[in-house]
């Protein structure tokens, strides 16, 4: 149990999630059989990719509680696995098993697909969530930017593998292919600006412990209200790309979406972003910090909209975006 507590389950499976809902939704829903239109990697393949990644994730987990175990055991004493509950020794060779591991799948994959250098990526992943935990979690910014792309790059990821292809395309083709590249990108995004903001929130929430131990965080280095404007600021953009849909939709005539858009997405995160300029205790912002962590995998859930064969339906937002602009 305690190994499994290590290698945080919950966020393993929302992984898992957000990579199969994508792969659904953009990828092998029966409403793109109608055009002919098939994922590049097989079923075998993509399994690959998504063990690859979970392993790699769960690496990741193991080596920052090894570094964090002083700052852990000081923010929530009663939470700390490595040291107490299983020595730093096998929670080490823990992290080199499930490293191994995440290799082997990963060069599995370059070999079946041929896309070397894009496998690749999750070995540099790795590498970066190592010296994340060593070194770059107590830099000002760069350790929030970091968790930040990481979580992004789960998603961006499977279009890469998907985006290409050594044969000739049609026109129908070519526009899947674009559409699955264009919704990457935007989900992406979103779990980029989500994740930025949560990591920003636990370090206001972890601030006491941080600062024993010299951590340059916004809120050590300007406070807890600039923080929060941060935070503001990233939610800010997060709601504008959202009204982008919105009125997208409309100009669309698609009924209901951009209500779906304003009641359950833009608004949730305006009373996330109040509540969180309200919240003082570390209790509160603990309950912040899972509010977006629910808020992400609902915005991340509204990708089985696109599950009806809708994906193409992006490119004529990318043309609505350029006559915005």
């Given amino acids: ?32 059989k109608i055009f002919r239109l098939f994922p590049l990697m097989t079923n075998f393949q993509f399994f690959l990719l998504v063990f690859s990644t ?4 769960a690496g990741g987990y193991i080596i920052n509680d090894i570094y964090d175990t002083d700052i852990d055991t000081f923010n929530r004493p009663n939470r700390v696995i490595v040291g107490q509950k299983i020595s730093e020794t096998t929670a080490y060779n823990f992290y080199k098993i499930t490293c191994l591991i995440s290799v082997i799948a990963t060069l599995t994959l ?54 290409g292809g050594n044969y000739l395309m049609g026109p129908n083709e070519t526009a899947y292919r674009s559409s699955i590249f264009i919704g990457a990108l935007v989900y992406s995004l979103f779990a980029f600006l989500t994740t930025f903001i949560r990591e920003i929130v ?83 912002m603990h309950i ?6 629910i808020y992400m995998v609902l915005g991340i859930a509204s990708m089985l909209y696109f599950s009806q064969g809708l994906s193409p339906i992006l490119i004529n937002y990318v043309a609505f975006l350029k006559q915005l602009f």
């Fill in 288 to 293: 912040v910090s899972n509010l977006i962590k």
């Fill in 110 to 163: 370059a070999y079946l697909t041929k896309e070397y250098r894009l496998s690749t990526f999750p070995i540099i992943i790795m590498v970066v969530l190592f010296f994340y935990a060593s070194m770059f979690k107590k830099q000002l910014i760069l350790g929030n930017l970091t968790v930040a792309f990481c979580s992004a790059f789960t998603i961006l990821l499977i279009s890469l593998f998907e985006s």
């Fill in 54 to 57: 979970v392993c790699i994730a």
């Fill in 1 to 32: 149990m305690n190994y499994l507590k290590l290698i945080r389950p919950i966020n393993l499976l929302v992984i898992i999630g957000t990579m199969c809902l994508f792969w659904y939704s953009f990828l092998v829903a029966n409403g793109y």
């Fill in 202 to 284: 636990k370090d206001i929430e972890d601030k006491a412990g941080d600062e024993q131990y010299d951590c340059k965080t916004i809120p050590i280095q300007f406070g807890d209200l600039t923080a929060k404007i941060v935070c503001l600021v990233f939610a800010f953009i997060i709601v504008s790309m959202l009204l982008t849909f919105v009125f997208f939709f409309i100009k669309m005539d698609i009924e209901k979406v951009p209500l779906f858009i304003i009641l359950l997405l833009i608004l949730p995160l305006v009373l996330i972003i109040s509540y969180l300029f309200i919240a003082k205790t570390v209790k509160q």
